[in-house]
Structures are given as structure tokens and as C-alpha cells.
């Protein structure tokens, strides 16, 4: 079994369009734990820009499932890690400007730094995982940090997968097996989706747990308009 963990930053972009409260992130990933998810991701960024600081504390009293707080293990986001206490963080090398997240960590060059971060959260009981491309070395890299999971950066695997490319997610199934061996849990995420998931868990071993945010919410929108819709219509007969 994989579990889903729904990243409710896209929720937060919408909410920050108008500076009000709608779409309410916390109502938002209670009614997502309702319906089944078994986990809520966040990633927040340092302009805040979706998910802030604040929502990750008005989240964390509330959540039912496995918390996951993604992102750069800046001091800032050390501190709010250690007072939220999630079920798990996972390491993601933000680059400065960058849109989204663009890249796994290289853990060779920066082992040292992994290793203490690691520490210090797995010293506080959560669970540690890193961000990373499937590439053997930074698999073997992520296991000698100490770290408890790696996160498969799949962005790639979903380009290749919609271009046809049948072994698109054959490099993942061998860092998958390579992870397994080395006794590290195996996540994975970035533009998952309902068109290329299916693919991605048959073909990938020992999947533990997606997280998945984007596409996610997209097809929310997509699935859930028309019955929006019907109900507006009926106000206005
Ligand atoms: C690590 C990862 O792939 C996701 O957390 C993704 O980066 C979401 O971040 P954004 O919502 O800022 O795109
Ligand atoms: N860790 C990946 C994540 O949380 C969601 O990424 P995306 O589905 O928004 O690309």
C-alpha cells in the first residue's frame, strides 16, 4: 500500500490571490483527511508566496494523518520544523528564484551538512527524508546521512511518460531497489498525476508513500466544477 499525501500549497496560491482567508487551508486539508488522504504535505517557501509560516502552525493542532513538511533547511525553517514536531521532514535543495522545486540534492557534497540536520530532527523523533533525482551515488549518498527515507524527485519520469517513453520510470524502479537494499523507506514526488500515477506504482517497488499537490488540484477543479456549477444554476432559476 502507497499512501497519498496531498500538498495543499496550490490551495494556499488561490487563498493568497485575494490576501483573505478563501479557500481556508485548514478547512481545505481537513475535508482531504475526510475523504481518505493519509497525509498532508506542505513546502513552504521563504517569500511565503503559498503556504506561510503561520498556516504550517494553525495546521499541525489539527491534522488527523502523517504531517510532511517539505523544503530547505534554512534556520528559519529548522525552527518552525522543530515547533511543529510533523510526522516527517523531507530535505529539498530549493534553489533561489526557482518556480518550483528543480532539483534533487547532491549528497555527496553535502553529507556533512545532511548528516547534522538529520540528526538534529531525528533527535526530536521525526522522520527525515531527502530530496533526490534517481541517481545511484546520491542514493548511497542519502544513506550514509543517516536520513530515514529518500523522496524521488519524478518530474522527469512525468515529462518522459507523457512524451511515450516506455522506461520512463525504469531509473526509479532501480533507485527504488538500490534504496530498499540500503534499508532507506522510498517517497516520491513532483507532477504525479492521475495520467501517470497508475504507471509510476506498477512499475516502481516499495513505494511507500506520493506526495502530490499540483496536478492534484487541477483535476479538483476539473472533476468538482460541474457539480459547483449545478448548484449556482439552481440559485439563479
Ligand atoms: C519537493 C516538491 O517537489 C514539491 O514540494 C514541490 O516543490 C511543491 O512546491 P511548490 O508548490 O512550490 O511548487
Ligand atoms: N513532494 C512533491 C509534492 O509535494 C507535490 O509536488 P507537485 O505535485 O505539486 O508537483
Not at 516502481?204 to 449545478?230: D, N
Amino acid at each position: 500500500m502507497t499512501k497519498l499525501s496531498v500538498n495543499i500549497n496550490k490551495i494556499a496560491t488561490l487563498r493568497n490571490a485575494r490576501g483573505g482567508d478563501v479557500p481556508n487551508v485548514v478547512e481545505a486539508a481537513r475535508k482531504i483527511e475526510s475523504f481518505g488522504a493519509e497525509g498532508i504535505t506542505v513546502h513552504p517557501r521563504p517569500d511565503e508566496r503559498h503556504i506561510r509560516y503561520a498556516d504550517v502552525k494553525d495546521l499541525k493542532p489539527v491534522l488527523t494523518t502523517e504531517f510532511n513538511i517539505e523544503g530547505k533547511p534554512i534556520q528559519q525553517f529548522i525552527d518552525l520544523v522543530l515547533e511543529a514536531k510533523p510526522a516527517q521532514v523531507t530535505l529539498v535543495p530549493d534553489a533561489e528564484d526557482a518556480i518550483t522545486s528543480n532539483a534533487g540534492w547532491d549528497t555527496i557534497k553535502h553529507k556533512d551538512y545532511l548528516k547534522d540536520v538529520i540528526a538534529l530532527f531525528k533527535s526530536h523523533g521525526i522522520r527525515t527524508s531527502i530530496f533526490v533525482d534517481p541517481v545511484k551515488k546520491f542514493i548511497e549518498g542519502a544513506a550514509e546521512t543517516g536520513a530515514d527515507r529518500i523522496e524521488l524527485y519524478t518530474e522527469a519520469f512525468a515529462v518522459n511518460y507523457a512524451k511515450g517513453d516506455k522506461n520512463a520510470a525504469k531509473p526509479y524502479a532501480e533507485c527504488a531497489e538500490l534504496a530498499h537494499k540500503l534499508g532507506l523507506g522510498v517517497n516520491a514526488g513532483h507532477d504525479l498525476s492521475l495520467e501517470n500515477l497508475k504507471f509510476f506504482k506498477d512499475n516502481v517497488p516499495h513505494l511507500a508513500e506520493v506526495s502530490i499537490g499540483h496536478a492534484l488540484i487541477s483535476e479538483a477543479l476539473y472533476l468538482g466544477l460541474e457539480k459547483t456549477i449545478h448548484e449556482y444554476l439552481k440559485l439563479l432559476k
